[in-house]
């Protein structure tokens, strides 16, 4: 199925590219180590024949439609990752629907280029299908080969089994994590809902974030990166995938995602371009407990 993936992307390109339909075309191309892959920027359709898709593009590439928003149209590869991350870029007004023309990619699910295991984010994925897409390039997956978790109470098993932790224990768990962030910042860099001009630990003068590396400035760094992001998580899995220190950082997502669930039905973010998030407005009946 790659293969013929990867044929179909070649073609389309080269015609997006070579009928000015498009400017660039982000997909993904070979990287500089066995069964790497790397994000390819393709400009001209000579270069169309450079772009591979295999069962290790393991970049999810909606960011780059934020980062790339001034190149002109774009031609996006989206699968059911970048898809809710294009509707969530659509949705907080970062783009607009008409800059980017999105070829659609049923995914079965990509691997580890070290361990041929399923990609951890690929795992917990409940959208192998793209959910907005122009043209599809291929029959949508229904019979994924690693299975969708089913039910919420798959999705959310990990954050149940540590809210069952004594506050000590939840205390020591990620008081261990945060201490071993790095503050590299390559969580905010991956993920497509990031898209602030200015990000608050980048404001030296006003002293949100100190930068010292200790465990309080790097929780505190954690803990504001989830508020923010909140209910707009697209639970891509592209952060925990790119830190290079091992953070769980989905478990952290999930648990806010199903406490706004719980409390708003807030349900999945992305998988329309309406502005759909639980927080984004008020309701007389929202519960408020916390007052
Ligand atoms: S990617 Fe990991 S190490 Fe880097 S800032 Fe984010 S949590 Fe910290
Ligand atoms: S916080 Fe992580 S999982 Fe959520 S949208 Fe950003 S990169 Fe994806």
Redesign the pocket.
């Known amino acids: 199925m790659t293969q013929a993936i990867e044929a179909a992307l070649r073609k389309r390109a080269q015609e997006l590219l070579a009928s000015g339909e498009v400017a660039q075309v982000i997909a993904w191309g070979s990287g500089r180590l066995t069964k790497q892959t790397a994000p390819l920027f393709v400009t001209t359709p000579e270069q169309a024949d450079t772009i591979v898709f295999n069962d290790y593009c393991v970049n ?1 590439l909606a960011k780059y439609a934020f980062t790339e928003r001034d190149a002109g149209k774009l031609a996006v590869c989206v699968r059911g ?1 970048e898809a809710r ?1 294009i509707n ?1 870029l659509i949705a907080d007004k970062q783009i607009e629907r008409e800059q980017v023309y999105l070829l659609g990619i049923p995914c079965q699910g990509m691997k580890d280029r070290l361990s041929d295991e399923p990609l951890a ?1 690929c795992v917990a994925c409940t959208h192998r299908n793209p959910v907005i897409y122009d043209e599809l390039l291929a029959s949508e997956v229904t019979v994924p080969v690693v299975p969708v978790p089913q039910s919420a109470a798959e999705r959310f098993a990990e954050v149940k089994e540590i809210e069952a932790y004594t506050r000590e224990e939840r205390l020591a768990l990620y008081n261990d994590a945060f201490d071993r962030c790095i503050r590299c910042y390559a ?1 905010r860099e ?5 898209t602030c001009r200015e990000c608050f630990v980048d404001q030296s003068d006003v002293g949100w974030q100190g930068k010292q590396g200790n465990t309080d400035e790097n929780r505190y760094y954690n803990l504001v ?2 508020f923010h ?1 909140g209910d ?9 995938r790119v830190c290079p220190m091992g953070l769980p ?2 478990t952290l ?1 999930r648990k806010w995602i199903k406490d706004l669930d719980e409390l708003f039905a807030a349900g999945e ?1 992305g998988l329309t371009e309406e502005l759909d998030n639980a927080l984004g407005h008020y309701d007389v009946h929202d519960v408020e407990e916390f007052m």
């Open positions: 999810a990752c991350g969530r984010k969580c991956g993920c497509p809902v990031c990166r989830v992001i707009r998580c697209i639970e891509c899995g592209e952060c925990e950082l989905m997502n973010a």
